[in-house]
């Protein structure tokens, strides 16, 4: 199975007294195909999540956590239900999760949680009935159609236009306890990010650039052509990181930051 990233942002908001009853929210974020060995904070020498960084220094960082499937579908469903693959049955790009398994949105919402997902991959979305529990779901399948994505680099929604979108529900919806599930997807194939992005990490290359490269064969490509191809993903990290930080930077503006349990990690790498 493979690496993945993953840290936790704890912080509790206090009850001060009955009448100032205080928000609390919990935000579970998936980074579409994220690999822990190119953020900084586990290592990586380019500045590709100086967002995250800085979120990873304020939380528990693990480094030892594993995902249950090797693609989106199975693997969000586990972060969905807490099962593995072979249980809740959600494995193939056929097979949609069983009306018989519960979700932990399903869960939260019978504990008086308002439960809400913002994604930008349909595959971890109502492709495959992911959407079970959720009070507000939104994603490309019953959405974010292509006349609604705005500006997009790989075809999917930004992680701008998520953020916003989730901030701006967010701003109108009044209850006390608010889960949040967003499903960032800039990182992934075909590779692509704003041009100053892409030049940042590219430095100077000015050949093809494969930006849906063959990793698990025939992909002896040339050196050159190789940097370029990891450079394109790194930019897509970096975008996605800015995304990461207008959310944290919008919970701040609003007074949630302190009130949020965050957690933030991928489906796979």
Not at 115 to 139: E, H, I, M, P, Y
Not at 173 to 191: A, E, G, W
Request: hydrophobic share 35%; proline share 5%.
């Amino acid at each position: 199975m493979l690496r993945l990233l993953v840290f936790l942002s704890v912080s509790f908001g206090c009850v001060f007294s009955a009448q100032a009853k205080e928000r609390e929210l919990m935000v579970l974020v998936l980074v579409d195909a994220l690999r822990p060995d190119h953020m900084g904070v586990y290592g990586y020498d380019k500045p590709t999540t100086p967002e995250m960084d800085k979120l990873a220094a304020l939380s528990t960082r693990y480094t030892r956590a594993y995902v249950n499937a090797p693609w989106t579908r199975p693997s969000t469903a586990s972060f969905l239900t807490g099962l593995n693959a072979s249980r809740h049955r959600t494995e193939t790009n056929k097979q949609k999760l069983p009306t018989d398994i519960t979700t932990l949105a399903q869960r939260l919402k019978k504990a008086g949680w308002t439960t809400a997902g913002f994604v930008a991959n349909g595959n971890g979305g109502s492709l495959a009935k992911l959407q079970k529990g959720f009070d507000v779901f939104r994603d490309p399948t019953n959405t974010y159609t292509k006349k609604k994505r705005g500006k997009t680099y790989n075809g999917l929604p930004s992680g701008h236009f998520l953020v916003r979108n989730a901030l701006n529900w967010l701003d109108q919806d009044k209850s006390d306890k608010v889960f949040m599930f967003l499903f960032l997807v800039d990182p992934h194939d075909p590779y692509g990010a704003p041009k100053h992005l892409e030049q940042m990490f590219l430095e100077g290359y000015k050949g093809k650039i494969t930006r849906s490269p063959i990793w698990e064969y025939k992909n002896d490509y040339p050196a050159d052509r190789r940097k370029a191809i990891i450079a394109v993903y790194d930019a897509g990290i970096r975008y996605g990181d800015e995304a990461m930080g207008r959310l944290v930077n919008g919970l701040k503006e609003r007074k949630l930051f302190d009130k949020t349990t965050m957690m933030v990690t991928a489906d796979h790498g």
